[in-house]
């Protein structure tokens, strides 16, 4: 059975915010802050040097127990064993993916609107990441901003857990949480953050404060 993975924070990686340090060492310093899942995403790398990297930062994750899933390239997940992929609605079908990956990694799909949430299979997909919800400049092709009553409607017909994803920040993340979410799912507020481990912390700070109200 698929141990699904502490959905609480996810780092979603971007190379150019996170040149400064790389890719490993800001998701060490997101991690030590109290990111649980780091997610590694990058539309431009070969997949010869994205596999590299993502054997890297799984080596370094392994050991603190945070599982690395790998955004869109089924072939760069399997070859660096990352516990899990993340694909969207157009990246192919959840079922081929879930044939390629076998059942022990974990598989997350996009959801981006009511007509996306037929293709959530639970038997086939482990979770979902549910956005934008707020526009997001870090992706240029996402749909339109779900807004927080959209978000709270969509994820309460999911049957499974999901994160948020899209414009969260410190300041929106403990209403975000509050829609339902397991989880949130963050590039900028973390990845182009002058200290990632205290943008990390604020943001489950907020997390705390969003699921106790
Ligand atoms: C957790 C999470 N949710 C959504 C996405 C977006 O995936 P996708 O729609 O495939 O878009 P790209 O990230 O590939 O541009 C995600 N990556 N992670
Ligand atoms: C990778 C991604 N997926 C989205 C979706 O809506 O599916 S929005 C997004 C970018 C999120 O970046 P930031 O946290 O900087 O807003
Ligand atoms: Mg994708």
Redesign the pocket.
Known sequence: MRRLPDLTLML?T?AAMMARRGVVETSLAAVAGGVTVVQL?DKTASDESLTALARALRESLAPLGVPLIV?DRVNVAIAAEAEGLHI?QEDGSPAEARARIGTEMILGL?V?GPADVATVDPAVVDYV??????A????AD??PPLGLDGTRAIGATLGLPWVA?????VGNAAAIIATGASGL?????I??ADDPRAAAAELRAAIQEGRVA
């Open positions: 979603v971007d995403r955004n969207g996009s981006t990441g549910l956005g934008p919800v707020i997001s400049a870090t992706k996402a749909a994803i899209g414009g969260i920040d799912a963050v590039v900028s507020a990845a182009a």
